[in-house]
């Protein structure tokens, strides 16, 4: 696999990893503020994502290729409405 191929693909599970990160955090307020329909929506969003950077972390893997994660980064923790 190319070098520039595997840096997309480990630049898109980061993508991943970062939106389910944001959606928990999304669903934890959420939750907290007595919104639990929409709290367990964004819980499976998350868990959908997470399923995508595993994919994409399997392909890698499956043809050699390394993987580099990097960080997740940090996201907001309260939010003003829904």
Known sequence: MEQCIANALNRQIIVELDAAHLYLHMASWLEGNDLRGFGGWLRRQAHEEVGHAIILFNFLKDR?????????RRQHSSFSSV
């Open 64 to 72: 050699g290729a390394e993987t580099s994660l990097g960080n997740v």
